[in-house]
């Protein structure tokens, strides 16, 4: 089926199941601990041994030699893995460094041999006694120091990169009032709860791996490329993902070594890459550095605005696409974006929740808020005054819907914002200085190809199959309710199985495209379900309706179960996307607002109270939904607060590797958390009339605290993590 | 820029032991048998028992076997969450004679006796704890897998308030604590949700506790 | 972690006998510690006894009108206790500022004292680190050192110790009571029990191989109003970037100790004759010859703020 048309009424618009706070389908697995996470399949693979992975000591350099024979000699070892004796293997297309080094190094912590052995007690004694001598090579470590060297990155996900219409520099030099400022966001990792972990099993040359993916397809294709097999061989299977936020996007060294500690070891393996060694195994997001411009007349109207961000990552790969969002949030005549990438041998940096949107609005949301502040202008009203209904850059091409100024007029009515007084470090409740602080949450909203398969039993229960992922998002729910309502029957007739690549391909979750295009394939897959069943009792396909498990047409009346009959019927499609994205700029807006209390004396913070108020087109399950924002929300408090990998600049890695170093909230940094979604649907985006949350809510919230703490103390901070070191200096005598 | 330290093979930690030559042999990946053999093999195992969710259970162990790992390797109880294997997380916990604890931080053989509840022993998908019935309620979990850990160290935590045990955050020391939201929130610290689902799962324990006291 | 043979003790004397016959054994009581280390073999012994079974998890009244803490007493129990919460409500506070409910439950008063550091550089075995290889160097000197000590550093180490109680303990001037392997018995002081780091990281107290702690001792209480305030970055389960450890009585005389800042808790007794001065005097005497790093000289503001915050609430102003 292909959308290439403005969705007009359709079974959906029933709502009879869809845009319901329904509870998770899977709720009582995951709440008893049923439900079986990537290394739990004891099932499938009874006889597993355990891998333990290696992984580098060295940045950057060469192995010159491993020595094995202390860990061959081990108890329990059954095979060990290395460069040297795993064969010919490839890279995958998502991969920037290779996920088995050696001899050359690409990053600390690469995995370069994996131990296999009876248990994992014996895998990881013996992985000790892998003697590995290095020669260590100089690298590149330090994104200040290599931003000079930096150059345009390749056209990809984010667009070109370089944007420019009209005179920037000259509207800059002629505006009265300019800010030039720049702002620094560090390296961060998704440190999802469940490590990245798999089982392999081969038979023959078929291989299985149940694994921990977003990325169903993706993660098919690239082991296939990597071990140089065809993809037909290979089964990818996922049911539950314990977390991922783009870590988990591509195939990662615990798929692949797990397949070849197997294919070594002669019986299935089991993986789980070792806490301490993720942060700098695996991918994170990026440093950035961001410079921003603004030029307003007098009376706030942005005249010239320019963005400018530099990101480092591997040789061949990809920058952090900072500017994205600059590109379409605001108006002005003149303006400019620019990405620089420069060359680090820090490990591989890759997607995390809302890449390029979450780390730039970090920046631009407190750049706004310091041009307010120099317009004399409430920081809600400069972006209001600002706001445009095109494409600042195309204005040809309108937004789908764009209700900012409403999501903010919503939110300072709810927060309170009118009570604020405007002047910073006016406020004190004993040892606390409260502030207050806003931001707009923007993501684009992209749609994906995505299909699925649905069958229809002689029980009237309607199956549906997809390799989709459900990675906390919702899936398994939204889905049950987009074929409850494509179909007609009541949630406990619907059966979802994802993550499976013998299901057809799917979105896969990535981008906040998830549950606005799988829920899409769905519905194509279910449309033609129903034009099945219509047919088979001869009914007009088109004059059918479905509901409480009857098809009636005509004045005809048949249950679903008879439809189906004894055989069951079987529909698969694919929704597909025309050029309704090009014609008009898809995005999600939303409106996020903090209260802070700044400890005068010590400068720690603690936030008080948050709220969203978010426009993200139909709501297909608001308890859901509503997770999804405040999780994000949740991040983007610890990316405000406390997240950095804190780079060792001498040897090139990431000091604080595990959970204890690299601090994300806990339950006493979170108070209750509000969100409101506008009541929205955006026929552009897909017959559901829905778009993503689950990346909008983390965009625009790091700054919402920044500009919070800005107001509690009139110390403006440019660099996250807004620490209490970098508040210190700056706040008043203790008495 | 400068591109410090060039080249120092000479970092004693890194220069470790012996031939070199051994590697450029390997061109295949070394398979063994298993090793029953192995001298030293016997004496690091040890016999324990203890009861886990109501039914004795007897294993001979690794001495290295972690509660957590006999848990879920050796008796298939997989609810019990591997998160971060070094106490940083929380996935882990479980309930030992009353009081929660993290299983990856302590050696199954160190349990002899002892009375385990794990995730599995409070409730099944047919017969929900209200603990995790209020979860599924509030939606106090995402991706599900720090939520067994939260839900058991929730049930304890109801349980700490009660025998007055006190709390960073409690005011006042030789008062009996109450179960605020800034206390919830202190004493499930332990438990880490990346995903973010806090404030539902304050929601959840917070109605649960309205149901049980 | 290596393999290791495993005993379970039943007295004191046996634990201390089992020690003689294994040399390089380590005792586990809570264990959070010790296998945390064992995992990444920082800690590699061959033999374990498991002194749970001792039966030293008693608080007792002492003739002296203080309390003999077992060693075995677990954080949680600790911090409970009534005449704790009472008498000794800084060391109750310093408790529940550590760790974790789960991990409290585990912990031991003896093990708490005998916490390692956590310098990422001694955490990761690629790094060189003195205290953890002697002779390899100091990864922290020249790297990621915000967390790390600013006063009484050596060239070898600038690691923190990371306990919340021990720094309780330092101002309450507990003892430390001991049997060794050939069965006799000792009583160290706090002041004594941790060392500096000089030329031997790799010694974080002055037990002798084998010597297993039996019990802490505080003295009579002391009075006055009692206080832990420990600054972190994320508001729980985080060790302390400072924390200041504080008795201070009507007339304004006290006890000051710190955590965060140093090798082992604290505590200049010199510095404490300034308080009447205020915080910045007397944090100017407890970190008198302090050499921070350039990512953590902000402790010494730190401390200095917190403690006059601290001081202001002792005499019920607001800082």
């Given at each position: 089926?292909?959308?290439?048309?403005?969705?007009?009424?359709?079974?959906?618009?029933?709502?009879?199941?869809?845009?319901?706070?329904?509870?998770?389908?899977e709720?009582?697995l995951k709440?008893t601990g049923t439900a079986r996470y990537a290394y739990e399949h004891h099932d499938v693979a009874p006889n597993a041994a355990y891998g333990y992975v290696?992984?580098?000591?060295?940045?950057?350099?060469?192995?010159?030699?491993?020595?094995?024979?202390?860990?061959?000699?081990a108890p329990g070892v059954l095979a060990i893995v290395?460069?040297?004796?795993?064969?010919?293997?490839?890279?995958?297309?998502?991969?920037?460094?290779?996920?088995?080094?050696?001899?050359?190094?690409?990053?600390?912590?690469?995995?370069?041999?994996v131990v296999v052995a009876q248990t994992f007690e014996q895998a990881r004694a013996a992985a000790?006694?892998?003697?590995?001598?290095?020669?260590?090579?100089?690298?590149?470590?330090?994104?200040?120091?290599?931003?000079?060297?930096?150059?345009?990155?390749?056209?990809?996900?984010?667009?070109?990169?370089?944007?420019?219409?009209?005179?920037?520099?000259?509207?800059?030099?002629?505006?009265?009032?300019?800010?030039?400022?720049?702002?620094?966001?560090?390296?961060?990792?998704?440190?999802?709860?469940e490590p990245h972990a798999s089982i392999a099993v081969w038979e023959g040359e078929k291989l299985t791996v149940w694994t921990s993916n977003?990325?169903i397809?993706?993660g098919?294709?690239?082991l296939?490329?990597?071990l140089?097999?065809?993809?037909?061989n290979v089964r990818v299977v996922s049911p539950y993902v314990g977390?991922?936020?783009?870590?988990?996007?591509?195939?990662?060294a615990d798929v692949l070594l797990a397949a070849l500690g197997a294919r070594a070891a002669k019986r299935p393996v089991k993986i789980a890459l070792q806490?301490?060694?993720?942060?700098?195994?695996?991918?994170?997001?990026?440093?950035?550095?961001?410079?921003?411009?603004?030029?307003?007349?007098?009376?706030?109207?942005?005249?010239?605005?320019?963005?400018?961000?530099?990101?480092?990552?591997?040789?061949?790969?990809?920058?952090?696409?900072?500017?994205?969002?600059?590109?379409?949030?605001?108006?002005?005549?003149?303006?400019?974006?620019?990405?620089?990438?420069?060359?680090?041998?820090?490990?591989?940096?890759?997607?995390?929740?809302?890449?390029?949107?979450?780390?730039?609005?970090?920046?631009?949301?407190?750049?706004?808020?310091?041009?307010?502040?120099?317009?004399?202008?409430?920081?809600?009203?400069?972006?209001?005054?600002?706001?445009?209904?095109?494409?600042?850059?195309?204005?040809?091409?309108?937004?789908?819907?764009?209700?900012?100024?409403?999501?903010?007029?919503?939110?300072?009515?709810?927060?309170?914002?009118?009570?604020?007084?405007?002047?910073?470090?006016?406020?004190?409740?004993?040892?606390?200085?409260?502030?207050?602080?806003?931001?707009?949450?923007?993501?684009?909203?992209?749609?994906?190809?995505?299909?699925?398969?649905?069958?229809?039993?002689?029980?009237?229960?309607?199956?549906?199959?997809?390799?989709?992922?459900?990675?906390?998002?919702?899936?398994?729910?939204?889905?049950?309710?987009?074929?409850?309502?494509?179909?007609?029957?009541?949630?406990?007739?619907?059966?979802?199985k994802l993550g499976d690549s013998r299901?057809?391909?799917?979105?896969?979750?990535?981008?906040?495209?998830?549950?606005?295009?799988?829920?899409?394939?769905?519905?194509?897959?279910?449309?033609?379900?129903?034009?099945?069943?219509?047919?088979?009792?001869?009914?007009?396909?088109?004059?059918?309706?479905?509901?409480?498990?009857?098809?009636?047409?005509?004045?005809?009346?048949?249950?679903?179960?008879?439809?189906?009959?004894?055989?069951?019927?079987?529909?698969?499609?694919?929704?597909?996307?025309?050029?309704?994205?090009?014609?008009?700029?898809?995005?999600?807006?939303?409106?996020?607002?903090?209260?802070?209390?700044?400890?005068?004396?010590?400068?720690?913070?603690?936030?008080?109270?948050?709220?969203?108020?978010?426009?993200?087109?139909?709501?297909?399950?608001?308890?859901?939904?509503?997770?999804?924002?405040?999780?994000?929300?949740?991040?983007?408090?610890?990316?405000?607060?406390?997240?950095?990998?804190?780079?060792?600049?001498?040897?090139?890695?990431?000091?604080?590797?595990?959970?204890?170093?690299?601090?994300?909230?806990?339950?006493?940094?979170?108070?209750?958390?509000?969100?409101?979604?506008?009541?929205?649907?955006?026929?552009?985006?897909?017959?559901?009339?829905?778009?993503?949350?689950?990346?909008?809510?983390?965009?625009?919230?790091?700054?919402?605290?920044?500009?919070?703490?800005?107001?509690?103390?009139?110390?403006?901070?440019?660099?996250?993590?807004?620490?209490?070191?970098?508040?210190?200096?700056?706040?008043?005598?203790?008495? | 820029?400068?591109?410090?330290?060039?080249?120092?093979?000479?970092?004693?930690?890194?220069?470790?032991?012996?031939?070199?030559?051994?590697?450029?042999?390997?061109?295949?990946p070394l398979v063994k048998g298993q090793n029953p053999a192995a001298?030293?093999a016997p004496?690091f195992l040890t016999k324990v028992s203890f009861?886990v969710n109501?039914k004795p259970c007897a294993l001979e162990l690794d001495t290295r076997t972690t509660l957590l790992d006999a848990l879920r390797e050796h008796l298939h109880l997989t609810g019990s969450k591997k998160g971060?294997d070094?106490?940083?997380?929380?996935a882990c916990?479980v309930?030992?004679?009353?009081?929660?604890?993290?299983s990856c931080?302590?050696l199954a053989v160190?349990q002899?006796?002892?009375?385990i509840?794990t995730i599995e022993g409070?409730?099944t998908p047919?017969?929900?704890?209200?603990?995790?019935?209020?979860?599924?309620?509030?939606?106090?979990?995402?991706?599900g897998y720090?939520?067994p850990?939260?839900?058991?160290?929730?049930?304890?935590?109801?349980?700490?308030?009660?025998?007055?045990?006190?709390?960073?955050?409690?005011?006042?020391?030789?008062?009996?604590?109450?179960?605020?939201?800034?206390?919830?929130?202190?004493?499930?610290?332990?438990?880490?949700?990346?995903?973010?689902?806090?404030?539902?799962?304050?929601?959840?324990?917070?109605?649960?506790?309205?149901?049980?006291? | 972690?290596?393999?290791?043979?495993?005993?379970?003790?039943?007295?004191?004397?046996?634990?201390?006998?089992?020690?003689?016959?294994?040399?390089?054994?380590?005792?586990?009581?809570?264990?959070?510690?010790?296998?945390?280390?064992?995992?990444?073999?920082?800690?590699?012994?061959?033999?374990?006894?498991?002194?749970?079974?001792?039966?030293?998890?008693?608080?007792?009244?002492?003739?002296?009108?203080?309390?003999?803490?077992?060693?075995?007493?677990?954080?949680?129990?600790?911090?409970?206790?009534?005449?704790?919460?009472?008498?000794?409500?800084?060391?109750?506070?310093?408790?529940?500022?550590?760790?974790?409910?789960?991990?409290?439950?585990?912990?031991?008063?003896?093990?708490?004292?005998?916490?390692?550091?956590?310098?990422?550089?001694?955490?990761?075995?690629?790094?060189?680190?003195?205290?953890?290889?002697?002779?390899?160097?100091?990864?922290?000197?020249?790297?990621?050192?915000?967390?790390?000590?600013?006063?009484?550093?050596?060239?070898?180490?600038?690691?923190?110790?990371?306990?919340?109680?021990?720094?309780?303990?330092?101002?309450?001037?507990?003892?430390?009571?001991?049997?060794?392997?050939?069965?006799?018995?000792?009583?160290?002081?706090?002041?004594?029990?941790?060392?500096?780091?000089?030329?031997?990281?790799?010694?974080?107290?002055?037990?002798?191989?084998?010597?297993?702690?039996?019990?802490?001792?505080?003295?009579?209480?002391?009075?006055?109003?009692?206080?832990?305030?420990?600054?972190?970055?994320?508001?729980?389960?985080?060790?302390?970037?400072?924390?200041?450890?504080?008795?201070?009585?009507?007339?304004?005389?006290?006890?000051?100790?710190?955590?965060?800042?140093?090798?082992?808790?604290?505590?200049?007794?010199?510095?404490?004759?300034?308080?009447?001065?205020?915080?910045?005097?007397?944090?100017?005497?407890?970190?008198?010859?302090?050499?921070?790093?350039?990512?953590?000289?902000?402790?010494?503001?730190?401390?200095?703020?917190?403690?006059?915050?601290?001081?202001?609430?002792?005499?019920?102003?607001?800082?």
């Amino acid at each position: 089926m292909k959308f290439d048309t403005p969705a007009t009424t359709n079974p959906i618009d029933q709502l009879k199941v869809i845009g319901r706070p329904t509870d998770r389908v899977e709720g009582p697995l995951k709440t008893t601990g049923t439900a079986r996470y990537a290394y739990e399949h004891h099932d499938v693979a009874p006889n597993a041994a355990y891998g333990y992975v290696v992984g580098s000591a060295i940045a950057k350099g060469r192995i010159t030699s491993i020595n094995l024979n202390e860990a061959k000699a081990a108890p329990g070892v059954l095979a060990i893995v290395t460069a040297e004796n795993a064969g010919k293997l490839d890279k995958g297309d998502f991969n920037t460094a290779k996920l088995l080094g050696g001899p050359g190094i690409d990053h600390y912590h690469q995995a370069i041999a994996v131990v296999v052995a009876q248990t994992f007690e014996q895998a990881r004694a013996a992985a000790q006694l892998v003697r590995v001598q290095y020669q260590r090579a100089g690298g590149a470590f330090d994104l200040n120091a290599a931003k000079n060297s930096a150059k345009p990155p390749k056209p990809g996900f984010g667009g070109p990169p370089n944007t420019a219409v009209g005179d920037f520099a000259g509207a800059f030099a002629a505006a009265p009032v300019q800010l030039d400022a720049t702002y620094t966001t560090p390296d961060q990792s998704h440190a999802m709860m469940e490590p990245h972990a798999s089982i392999a099993v081969w038979e023959g040359e078929k291989l299985t791996v149940w694994t921990s993916n977003q990325m169903i397809a993706w993660g098919v294709g690239d082991l296939a490329k990597t071990l140089g097999i065809p993809k037909e061989n290979v089964r990818v299977v996922s049911p539950y993902v314990g977390g991922g936020f783009g870590g988990k996007l591509f195939l990662r060294a615990d798929v692949l070594l797990a397949a070849l500690g197997a294919r070594a070891a002669k019986r299935p393996v089991k993986i789980a890459l070792q806490r301490p060694l993720m942060m700098n195994n695996t991918t994170h997001r990026p440093a950035t550095i961001q410079r921003i411009r603004f030029g307003a007349t007098k009376e706030g109207k942005i005249t010239a605005i320019a963005h400018e961000s530099w990101s480092g990552d591997l040789p061949d790969g990809s920058p952090e696409t900072a500017v994205s969002q600059t590109r379409l949030l605001y108006a002005g005549a003149n303006r400019m974006t620019a990405m620089h990438l420069a060359v680090l041998d820090l490990p591989e940096g890759n997607a995390m929740r809302a890449p390029g949107e979450a780390p730039g609005m970090m920046a631009l949301e407190i750049a706004v808020d310091e041009m307010a502040g120099k317009l004399g202008l409430d920081p809600i009203e400069f972006r209001i005054l600002n706001d445009t209904q095109v494409d600042p850059e195309k204005p040809e091409r309108p937004f789908s819907q764009r209700r900012l100024t409403e999501c903010f007029r919503t939110g300072a009515g709810r927060f309170g914002w009118s009570r604020r007084n405007p002047m910073p470090a006016k406020t004190r409740e004993g040892r606390w200085l409260i502030g207050t602080g806003v931001a707009a949450a923007f993501r684009n909203n992209l749609v994906m190809k995505s299909a699925a398969r649905v069958r229809l039993d002689n029980r009237g229960v309607v199956t549906v199959e997809t390799d989709m992922t459900d990675i906390g998002t919702g899936t398994y729910t939204i889905i049950a309710q987009t074929a409850a309502e494509m179909m007609g029957v009541p949630l406990d007739k619907v059966i979802v199985k994802l993550g499976d690549s013998r299901f057809p391909v799917s979105c896969g979750s990535g981008g906040q495209w998830g549950g606005n295009s799988s829920s899409a394939g769905v519905y194509a897959a279910c449309m033609k379900l129903r034009e099945a069943v219509a047919k088979k009792l001869s009914y007009d396909p088109a004059a059918a309706t479905f509901a409480d498990g009857q098809v009636i047409a005509g004045g005809r009346s048949t249950s679903l179960a008879q439809a189906a009959g004894e055989s069951g019927l079987v529909a698969e499609d694919a929704m597909e996307y025309g050029d309704l994205d090009k014609k008009f700029q898809q995005s999600t807006f939303g409106a996020h607002f903090v209260e802070v209390a700044v400890d005068a004396a010590t400068a720690e913070v603690r936030i008080r109270r948050m709220l969203a108020v978010c426009a993200a087109g139909r709501i297909l399950n608001p308890k859901a939904a509503r997770s999804q924002v405040i999780g994000a929300m949740t991040m983007g408090a610890g990316a405000a607060l406390m997240e950095e990998l804190a780079i060792d600049q001498r040897h090139g890695f990431f000091v604080n590797h595990d959970l204890a170093g690299y601090e994300v909230p806990v339950h006493a940094d979170i108070p209750h958390q509000e969100v409101i979604f506008l009541d929205e649907t955006d026929p552009m985006s897909s017959p559901l009339k829905a778009k993503g949350v689950g990346e909008l809510g983390i965009c625009g919230v790091g700054a919402a605290v920044a500009n919070a703490i800005y107001h509690a103390t009139g110390v403006r901070v440019r660099d996250y993590p807004i620490t209490l070191d970098k508040l210190l200096d700056q706040l008043p005598e203790v008495s | 820029m400068p591109r410090p330290d060039s080249s120092d093979l000479t970092r004693r930690e890194f220069l470790v032991i012996g031939s070199t030559a051994v590697a450029a042999t390997m061109v295949s990946p070394l398979v063994k048998g298993q090793n029953p053999a192995a001298p030293d093999a016997p004496s690091f195992l040890t016999k324990v028992s203890f009861n886990v969710n109501g039914k004795p259970c007897a294993l001979e162990l690794d001495t290295r076997t972690t509660l957590l790992d006999a848990l879920r390797e050796h008796l298939h109880l997989t609810g019990s969450k591997k998160g971060c294997d070094h106490g940083q997380c929380g996935a882990c916990t479980v309930i030992v004679g009353g009081r929660r604890i993290n299983s990856c931080l302590t050696l199954a053989v160190m349990q002899q006796g002892n009375h385990i509840t794990t995730i599995e022993g409070l409730g099944t998908p047919e017969k929900l704890h209200p603990m995790q019935a209020a979860f599924v309620k509030c939606d106090g979990y995402q991706c599900g897998y720090c939520t067994p850990g939260q839900i058991c160290s929730a049930v304890a935590m109801l349980d700490e308030i009660k025998a007055g045990i006190p709390s960073h955050v409690t005011a006042d020391l030789t008062a009996r604590p109450q179960l605020t939201n800034p206390e919830l929130r202190e004493r499930m610290s332990g438990n880490i949700c990346r995903c973010g689902a806090y404030s539902n799962i304050a929601d959840a324990i917070t109605e649960t506790a309205g149901r049980i006291v | 972690m290596r393999a290791f043979t495993y005993e379970r003790a039943r007295s004191p004397a046996e634990a201390a006998a089992a020690a003689a016959r294994h040399p390089g054994a380590k005792f586990i009581a809570g264990g959070t510690n010790l296998l945390d280390l064992m995992k990444l073999e920082i800690e590699t012994p061959a033999h374990l006894i498991d002194v749970n079974g001792l039966a030293l998890d008693k608080i007792e009244a002492t003739a002296d009108g203080g309390l003999r803490i077992g060693a075995l007493v677990r954080n949680t129990d600790l911090a409970a206790d009534e005449r704790v919460r009472r008498d000794y409500a800084v060391l109750s506070r310093a408790l529940v500022a550590g760790a974790s409910g789960q991990l409290r439950n585990m912990a031991t008063t003896a093990g708490n004292l005998l916490q390692r550091t956590r310098c990422p550089y001694f955490y990761d075995t690629n790094q060189p680190c003195n205290k953890r290889t002697p002779g390899s160097g100091c990864g922290a000197i020249g790297g990621f050192s915000r967390q790390h000590a600013v006063v009484g550093v050596s060239e070898a180490c600038i690691a923190t110790h990371p306990s919340d109680m021990a720094v309780a303990l330092r101002i309450l001037d507990a003892t430390v009571e001991t049997i060794r392997p050939d069965g006799s018995t000792r009583t160290i002081a706090i002041a004594e029990f941790h060392r500096l780091p000089g030329d031997q990281p790799h010694l974080d107290t002055v037990l002798m191989p084998g010597e297993l702690i039996t019990a802490v001792t505080l003295p009579k209480p002391l009075g006055g109003a009692h206080f832990y305030h420990k600054v972190r970055d994320r508001a729980s389960y985080a060790f302390a970037l400072v924390s200041v450890a504080a008795i201070v009585q009507r007339d304004g005389t006290g006890r000051v100790a710190l955590g965060g800042v140093a090798h082992k808790p604290w505590r200049v007794e010199a510095a404490e004759a300034e308080l009447p001065r205020g915080a910045k005097a007397v944090a100017a005497r407890l970190l008198e010859g302090a050499k921070p790093t350039h990512e953590n000289a902000f402790k010494l503001k730190l401390v200095e703020r917190t403690l006059g915050a601290l001081l202001a609430e002792a005499k019920g102003v607001q800082p």
